[in-house]
Every structure is written in structure tokens, then in C-alpha cells.
């Protein structure tokens, strides 16, 4: 276990350091190339704006980036559960806050630090800054200092200002709560609660229960000091509201007969027992991190009636705060508001309550890998992977904001504000985190046929430690073990097999006879066939055919043909496929990008290019996404009548003729599929005309490769792949020299594949493979 933390100890300290420091960078927003450029951008067309803004200094949400600009800040006295650590502690987490705000709501931040503690002087300081800012979200500042400082900044301030280690876990537990009760047929005037925790996140929390219709005399509070009682003298104003008349009560008492519990403390104080003696249907909020109150396990077999929510991912009903803050400030910042009020808070409350009974999406049903996820003792509040969040949370917010009087612009048409919004983000990032949660919801074992290399052995383990699957490392356990430990990489739960040693002399035999099968009338005879399975890739391939393994990674270090070749000759293509094709996805700031073929057929006829088609497609569903594919040539619908123009074009007749539904054109330049103007005033009859298009189709490998490396190397697109589409089980072939990173997103697809291929057909071979059995029994150990 030592090793494990000092990994990811390391893990962690290397992803904050590689490359540029840090996890921001400031990146200008108009073009800055030529003089021109420069000369308005500074001096001397910048002093234009400066003087409107001078004039009527409303302008500055005009002229600058205020508008979506909100300070993330902190003065380091209680980050995370680390404490009072200082603010150069606390920078990494600010940063952190700030990539959410961005990939959660597209809300540009600078994280700020303030070396102080006199709260304040903390206040004069930040109220400094509000020229620069549209919003200020208040950061692990510890309490009692975190009330007055908001307090007193709202007081001061007309920009939005919010706590967000306060309201954050509050609005989002609130409505968890309203829907917790609604689906236990309970009132919230009428429960009874226990908080146990009074600090800044717990006495948030219970105002908002008050504000929801919780009342005063039917809490019962407890801190580090016991309950919060009348005959105390250190509680302030607002935890007297909570004061009993008693001081005898403690948790086990209060939480006798108790409808709701809700800790934000610490962990394991909550025994089985207690949970056994609260009131009928009871609600149990154990959101103390990293450890809860009460294990999700514990509280579900003491009380089947129970409904459980916890700070955690890995269990269902996980009270975050990024589903609240990044849409709040969203709507706030649309709407210029001056503050974030009660009735914003509340709005927000209701807007996420509301969403969770609601239809849940395909692309959330995929994440945690479930059919149809719905409304219900284990489905309370909505997952921070539902793309409805932004388009739901902020209008609510926006139209609070608005309707309370602290809104100086106004939103009259909320549909279209709807499309603006959803617009800002691609689902890039959001695929990725799908991709990772369906992988983690059923992970599966992956053969690493490369093993004896330090980027395979890195991403293996931290696929294992992450729970994406179940690496087995193909190589001489010698070399694997020397190379794992000369870099500090944990790979002693991973098994590690030689094919060429002793030990799999009868499984050789057994391979080299069913490959002897598959290929005794196609070049090779009874000797090779046994010889052959020395090989890693072709050892590694007959694991996944014969069942012994779900997925092979395999090219690292070896030529494409060459890693390719043994995954055709063993598993081959799946019924109805004549040709395998390779696709790769870009990551790019529109969205995801599928492109093929662009790594296996050189000069596909039409024929064969309709089939490359219909693989995509396919593949691109499997991601849960509608495939809008443009087939592309030098020519726009007919202007060139060479024959590779025309090849392309049958191609795309041959498509329409097969799937008529599939939304598909060509043939077409590049240029053209993404401009939907030139496209809609030159080409309205197109299908493409209004769509946004994300699957490219060449006409030859080597167009496809060109435009791809392009693409990722002087466009920037982060790539996934190659996947490889048609063959019967999931092999997937790396790049040469692919990064950690690279290989880690591929295990992702290579799971998913495996886990859409190899279904029920698949569960007794799992359960019964002894790697299986030995993995999973070790990861459950820990």
C-alpha cells in the first residue's frame, strides 16, 4: 500500500508539473499577428474602448472579458481536508476550480491567494479587486471568518459573490432532500433532523432546509463540542436558531426516532445500530470525505428502507458541488446580477430536484452503465455528467436573478438563450468523463502484449488503480519487474505472463493448435502454428479469442501491418464485415471529430468505401453519438467528373441506398462541410445543410492520414486512437510511440468495446478466468 500512495503521490505531482506548470494558461481571444492587430489591440486603438468605458463604465462588459471573468479566491486556512496550510497551498485546488468552471460552464477565471487572515482586511482587499471581476466564488476559507467575509462583501460588492464550500453543498443536498422525502411520502415541516457538523458547509445546509420549510425546533445540531444547546455562550446568531433546550442529547439519542440525518463531519461516527433506531423510510446524508459517517454498505443493509447519500462517486445519490456552482454563476454572470440571493439559491434547488425526475439521457445511461436510470431511492439528484445541467440550472438562475430585482441586463428569449448555452461547451471533455464512468461501471481484463516498456506498465497501473479494468502484462517477468521498479510504477497485483516460458508451455500447445485450425490451408503448417504463439501479439490475440482475456493493446514499438496482422489472422473480421477499418477520434474545441479510414485500406473502391461508411457509423453510435458524416473528395457534387471524384460520390449513393436514415453527403471539399453558409446558399438541396457535421469520410488512406496528423499536430485536437472497427473481439492498435495519456484513453475504448462485444455470452467466462478471480479478489482486499 506504501507504494501504491507513494504512486500516486507521484502521478499527482507529475501531472501538476509536466509541461507548463500548473493547470491554466491565459489565451487571447482576437487575432494578434499582424501590426494591425497589434496596434488595436494596444496602443493606440486601445485607448477607444478605454474612453467609452470612461463615459459610461457599464461599457467595460462590452469592451473586456469582465462578464465571464469570475476570481476564484482563497487565503489557505481550510483546503480540503488539509486545513490551514496557507495560500501557495491552496493554489493547486483554486486552479483545479477554476478548469471546472471552465469545462462545466465555459466561465474564464483567475485563481487569487491573498496572504491574509484578518478577515477584515481580507474584505478591503477583495473589494479592491471588483473593477476587475464579474463574479468572486470565496474558497476554503475557514469559519467563523467565512460568514462575515461573505457578509460583508455581499453588503459591499455588485457582482455576485458566493461561498461556495457553504451554498455549493447546500443547494445541492437541498435538492437531493426535497426529492429524498418526496419519494419516503414525507413533509419537510414535519421531519425531524439531526446535522451532525456546524461548520460552514452544515449551518449552509440548514438554513436552506429552513428556507425549503424545515423548522428551527425540529433540528437537532451537534459540532466537535457536542450539541449545539441553549446554555451554551460560544454559539453566534445564527447556530442559536438551531440551540436546544438540553444538553444531554447525543448522536445516538437524537438520531433515535429521527427522520433525516445529515453529516458533514466526520467519518465512521455513525453506527448501524443508530441507523436501525431512526423513524420509518429514513434519509441519511453521510457526506464526510473521503470517509462518510456510515458506509454506503453499512446504512443499505441496516435498513432497506433507507435512502443514502454520500460525497462519493462510487456510490449513487453523490452530493457534488460541481452540479451547482459552475451553472449558478453561469446564469448569474448572463444577466449581469448584483449579488447571488436566496431566491437564485432556491431557484437553483428546484431546478435540480426537478431535472432528476425527468427522462435521463442516453449519454448518462451509458456513463454508469445502465439501461435506463430513473427517479428513485438511488436516483436523487442528477449525475455531474448529464449535458441538461447548463441549460437547466443557469436559466433557472438567471430568470430568479431576474424576477428579485438584482438583474441589470434581461433575457426575453429563453430558447434561444437554451441554444447559446449549450453551444459553449462541445462534448469533448464530457465523452472522455463518459467514456471513463461507463469503463469503471463493468471494467474488463486488457492484455498489454508490450509490457517490457515503461509508458505501457505506467498506464497499466494507473488503468488498474483507476478501476477502468484489469491489465495482464505479456513479457519476461524479470525485465517487467526491473523496469516497473527502477520507475517507482506498482504493478504487483498485475499478472505477468511469458508465453515463451515453461510455465505456458501447455497453454502454447493449446493456442498453436486452434491457430493451426483457423490457418492450415492459408501458409502455415503444424510447426509454425505452435512456434508462432512465442509471439506476444499473436499469445495476447488467442487470449481474447479463446475467452481467457476481453481486450488486447498492442503497436507501442511495432510497425502498424505488423501489430495489426495477428488480430486478423486469429480473431478476423465479425459476421457481415469484409474489411476491417481504422478511426480515429479528435478532440477538438467544436466537439468530437471521427475520421476513416485512416490507417488500414490504402485505395478503397466505392464499394468497400460504403462499407468503411456503415463501420463508422456504427462506431460512432457506440459513443452515443448521431453520426452526421460528410464524404469528402476535391469536388462538390459533381464540379470534377475525374474518376476519384466520382468513386466517392457512388460511395455516398451506396451508403443512402443501404441506410436511408443515416445522415450523410458528398461528395465534398473539406471546407464546405463545415461552412454552413456557403453550404446552405450553394448546396440547399444538401443533407447537410444546418447540421453540424462530425464524421469525415477519404477516399484514401492517404488523405485520411494526412488530415489526421494535421489535424493533431498544427490544430492542436487531442486524438484517440486508432480504433480499429469490424473485427469480431476488441484489439486495438496504439500509434507508434503514443503518450501515457494516449494509452490510457485507448484501455477506455478498448473496455467499452469489449463490454458492448462481449455481453452475457461472455459473464461465465469472466467469473471462471483465474486473472479475473485473482485481480478482482486483490482490489477488493484494498
Not at 253 to 263: H, I, R
Not at 554 to 560: A, E, F, P, V
Not at 570 to 588: D, F, H, N, Q, S
Request: include cysteine.
Amino acid at each position: 500500500m506504501d507504494k501504491q500512495k507513494e504512486l500516486r503521490r507521484q502521478q499527482a505531482l507529475e501531472y501538476h508539473a509536466q509541461g507548463r506548470p500548473g493547470k491554466i494558461e491565459v489565451v487571447p481571444t482576437k487575432e494578434a499577428k499582424t501590426q494591425r492587430d497589434l496596434s488595436l489591440a494596444y496602443s493606440p486603438g486601445v485607448a477607444e474602448p478605454c474612453k467609452e468605458i470612461f463615459n459610461h463604465k457599464e461599457d467595460v462588459y462590452k469592451y473586456t472579458a469582465k462578464g465571464n471573468l469570475v476570481a476564484v479566491i482563497s487565503n489557505g486556512t481550510a483546503v480540503l481536508g488539509l486545513g490551514d496550510i496557507g495560500p501557495e497551498a491552496s493554489k493547486p485546488v483554486m486552479e483545479g476550480k477554476g478548469v471546472l468552471f471552465k469545462i462545466y460552464a465555459d466561465i474564464d477565471v483567475f485563481d487569487i491567494e491573498i496572504n491574509e487572515k484578518d478577515p477584515e482586511k481580507f474584505v478591503q482587499i477583495v473589494k479592491a479587486l471588483e473593477p476587475t471581476f464579474g463574479g468572486i466564488n470565496l474558497e476554503d476559507i475557514k469559519a467563523p471568518e467565512c460568514f462575515y467575509i461573505e457578509k460583508a462583501l455581499r453588503e459591499q460588492l455588485n457582482i455576485p459573490i458566493m461561498h461556495d464550500d457553504q451554498h455549493g453543498t447546500a443547494i445541492i443536498s437541498g435538492a437531493a432532500l426535497l426529492n429524498a422525502l418526496e419519494i419516503q411520502q414525507k413533509k419537510i415541516e414535519e421531519v425531524r433532523l439531526v446535522i451532525n457538523g456546524a461548520g460552514a458547509a452544515a449551518m449552509a445546509c440548514a438554513q436552506i432546509y429552513v428556507a425549503l420549510g424545515a423548522k428551527y425546533e425540529n433540528f437537532i445540531m451537534f459540532d466537535k463540542d457536542g450539541v449545539l444547546h441553549q446554555g451554551r455562550t460560544d454559539l453566534d446568531a445564527i447556530k442559536q436558531k438551531f440551540a436546544v433546550k438540553s444538553s444531554d442529547w447525543t448522536l445516538a439519542t437524537a438520531m433515535k426516532d429521527a427522520d433525516v440525518m445529515v453529516g458533514l463531519s466526520v467519518g465512521n461516527v455513525v453506527t448501524p445500530a443508530m441507523i436501525q433506531s431512526m423513524a420509518p423510510k429514513p434519509v441519511v446524508f453521510a457526506m464526510a470525505n473521503p470517509e462518510p459517517e456510515i458506509t454506503y454498505e453499512e446504512a443499505t443493509a441496516a435498513r432497506k428502507d433507507i435512502i443514502m447519500a454520500t460525497g462519493r462517486s462510487d456510490y449513487p445519490n453523490m452530493v457534488n458541488n460541481v452540479l451547482g456552482f459552475p451553472y449558478i454563476f453561469r446564469g448569474a454572470l448572463d444577466v449581469r446580477s448584483r449579488q447571488i440571493n436566496e431566491a437564485m439559491k432556491l431557484a437553483a434547488v428546484k431546478a435540480l430536484a426537478d431535472l432528476a425526475k425527468t427522462p435521463v439521457p442516453d449519454i448518462v445511461n451509458l456513463a454508469y452503465n445502465q439501461k435506463n436510470i430513473s427517479f428513485g431511492p438511488e436516483y436523487i439528484i442528477p449525475k455531474p455528467v448529464d449535458p441538461r445541467l447548463l441549460a437547466t440550472v443557469a436559466p433557472a438562475v438567471a430568470k430568479a436573478a431576474m424576477e428579485s430585482g438584482v438583474a441589470q441586463e434581461a433575457i426575453t428569449d429563453w430558447e434561444a438563450y437554451k441554444v447559446v448555452l449549450n453551444k459553449r461547451l462541445g462534448l469533448d471533455n464530457q465523452l472522455i468523463r463518459v467514456l471513463g464512468a461507463k469503463a469503471r461501471r463493468d471494467p474488463r481484463r486488457i492484455v498489454f502484449a508490450e509490457a517490457d516498456n515503461q509508458k505501457i506498465l505506467k498506464a497499466a497501473s494507473i488503468v488498474y488503480d483507476e478501476g477502468i479494468g484489469y491489465p495482464i502484462l505479456l513479457g519476461d517477468e524479470a525485465t517487467i519487474r526491473q523496469i516497473a521498479e527502477e520507475n517507482l510504477i506498482d504493478i504487483a497485483d498485475l499478472p505477468i505472463i511469458d508465453p515463451r516460458s515453461e510455465a505456458m508451455e501447455e497453454k502454447r500447445n493449446q493456442y498453436g493448435e486452434l491457430f493451426f485450425a483457423k490457418r492450415q490451408r492459408k501458409g502455415f503448417n503444424y510447426y509454425e502454428s505452435k512456434k508462432i504463439m512465442n509471439d506476444r501479439n499473436h499469445f495476447g490475440c488467442m487470449m481474447v479469442e479463446t475467452g481467457d482475456a476481453d481486450a488486447m493493446i498492442s503497436g507501442l514499438t511495432r510497425n502498424y501491418a505488423e501489430a495489426i496482422r495477428p488480430a486478423l489472422q486469429i480473431i478476423g473480421t465479425r459476421e457481415g464485415v469484409k474489411k476491417i477499418a481504422g478511426m480515429y477520434l479528435l478532440l477538438t474545441k467544436k466537439g468530437p471529430l471521427f475520421l476513416a479510414d485512416t490507417t488500414v485500406n490504402f485505395n478503397p473502391t466505392a464499394e468497400e468505401l460504403a462499407d468503411i461508411t456503415q463501420l463508422v457509423a456504427e462506431g460512432v453510435r457506440a459513443f452515443n453519438i448521431t453520426p452526421r458524416i460528410a464524404m469528402l473528395s476535391y469536388s462538390n457534387f459533381g464540379s470534377n467528373n475525374s474518376p476519384e471524384a466520382r468513386l466517392v460520390a457512388e460511395a455516398t449513393r451506396l451508403v443512402k441506398q443501404r441506410n436511408p436514415s443515416l445522415v450523410v453527403d458528398g461528395e465534398m471539399q473539406a471546407s464546405i462541410a463545415f461552412d454552413k453558409k456557403v453550404l446552405k446558399d450553394n448546396y440547399p438541396f444538401s443533407e447537410l445543410v444546418d447540421e453540424d457535421v462530425n464524421t469525415l469520410i477519404f477516399p484514401n488512406l492517404a488523405a485520411g492520414n494526412v488530415a489526421y496528423n494535421l489535424l493533431k499536430e498544427v490544430g492542436g485536437a487531442d486524438a484517440i486512437g486508432p480504433i480499429l472497427l469490424g473485427l469480431d473481439k476488441p484489439v486495438h492498435v496504439l500509434q507508434l510511440g503514443s503518450s501515457v495519456r494516449s494509452i490510457i484513453n485507448m484501455a477506455n475504448i478498448a473496455v467499452v468495446d469489449a463490454q458492448l462485444k462481449c455481453k452475457e455470452n461472455c459473464a461465465e467466462a469472466i467469473l471462471k478466468s483465474p486473472w479475473w478471480q485473482r485481480l478482482k479478489k486483490r482490489k477488493n482486499q484494498k
